[in-house]
């Protein structure tokens, strides 16, 4: 085999390291869920105990990332990843309890308060969007400071650019990336242009179908039943 083919086989299949990515959008990302978070009903939140207790843990582990890494991310910060990862941990629970909450209302309330709920059901939709957007990010290849590295361990996600390399020379995926992938299996149910290739992967966008897939049926015929 020549060389160079060898080595278009090699960056189709693991992809290229990555160039130290910005923290700031997975941040800027995170403010927006506190936000979405913030604005819900009382009674989505009931289960998560004071309403500003959340926020507040949120804020202060975005105050920690910052202090330690404000700029880029570099594998010499690595060990920062347990922080990041207990950052999206807190959300995803947070945003799973205002799912079930949700639910519960939607389907056993009265009637004449089903519409603020199905408007509260659209932060806790977007909310879905960036916090698998974040697990995503943080897990593909061991993670953004991971995937600086020529070694970096197998991909978990398959992207268009690395099934043909010759479309984006020297590409490596970004956050937006991830968020895209998210937003697509959330409004898709299911992949897209993106696939998964390991079993988390996998099993992180099915549970990420599922909550998708769950809200908007739950929502839609509380809708369909309001209107009527």
Do not use: C
Not at 56 to 61: K, P, S, Y
Not at 102 to 107: P, R, W
């Amino acid at each position: 085999m020549d060389p160079s083919d060898a080595g278009l086989e090699r960056a189709a299949a693991w992809g290229t390291p990555s160039h130290g990515e910005a923290r700031w959008p997975a941040l800027a990302a995170v403010a927006v869920a506190i936000a979405l978070q913030v604005v819900l009903p009382d009674r989505l939140i009931q289960g998560l105990g004071y309403r500003a207790l959340l926020p507040a843990l949120e804020g202060g582990l975005i105050v920690v990332l910052l202090v330690t890494n404000p700029g880029r991310i570099s594998k010499e910060e690595s060990r920062l990843r347990g922080v990041g990862l207990a950052l999206i941990a807190v959300i995803s629970v947070a945003n799973g309890v205002s799912l079930v909450e949700l639910i519960h209302a939607l389907l056993y309330g009265a009637r004449t308060s089903g519409r603020p709920l199905i408007y509260a059901s659209v932060p806790i939709w977007l909310t879905n969007v960036i916090v698998f957007g974040l697990w995503y990010w943080e897990l593909d290849r061991g993670g953004p400071a991971n995937r600086e590295l020529p070694a970096h361990r197998r991909p978990d996600f398959l992207f268009p650019q690395m099934s043909a390399p010759g479309a984006g020379p020297g590409w490596a995926p970004g956050f937006f990336d991830y968020l895209y992938t998210s937003f697509t299996n959330a409004t898709a149910f299911s992949p897209t242009d993106t696939m998964p290739l390991t079993p988390w992967a996998k099993l992180l966008m099915m549970l990420q179908s599922l909550a998708s897939l769950v809200t908007v049926a739950v929502v839609v015929s509380r809708a369909v039943n309001i209107l009527s």
